[in-house]
């Protein structure tokens, strides 16, 4: 049974940073895509970040781009997300998920197969 669990979320103003943790269980995140995606009040979930350890580089949301970054911990089996220059626009519930599905189909959340429970950022004015 695949488990996902994401921590780290909170409160922060803007310009701060957070980092979001996805502990996995079940799988090994060095075989599977890893993707973190949100959904903020009233909006659809969104791609935020994607990386496969044998697959190169991450994969970003143009939104996030160079104030994201995605990272790994194979001896924890997490993946992370530091979030750093955080703006209101970055509150929302973000969601770790994985898959097996080719890098040109990353960004699309009907790909993922397995879901954490989401962590709330909330950045404030």
């Known amino acids: 049974q695949v488990n996902l669990v994401e921590s780290g979320g909170g409160l922060v103003q803007i310009g701060g940073s957070l980092r979001l943790s996805c502990a996995a269980s079940?799988?090994?995140?060095?075989?599977?895509?890893m993707g973190w995606f949100r959904q903020a009040p009233g909006k659809e979930r969104e791609f935020v970040a994607a990386?496969?350890?044998?697959?190169?580089?991450?994969v970003y949301a143009e939104s996030v781009m160079g104030r994201f970054t995605f990272s790994v911990d194979n001896a924890r089996n997490t993946v992370f997300l530091q979030l750093n220059d955080l703006k209101p626009e970055d509150t929302a519930v973000y969601f770790c998920?994985?898959?097996?599905?080719?890098?040109?189909?990353?960004?699309?959340?009907?790909?993922?197969?397995?879901w954490g429970q989401g962590t709330q950022v909330t950045v404030s004015s």
């Open positions: 998920a994985s898959t097996r599905a080719v890098r040109s189909a990353w960004r699309d959340d009907s790909q993922y197969y397995n």
């Open positions: 079940g799988l090994s995140i060095r075989t599977y895509t």
């Open positions: 990386r496969r350890q044998s697959g190169g580089y991450p």
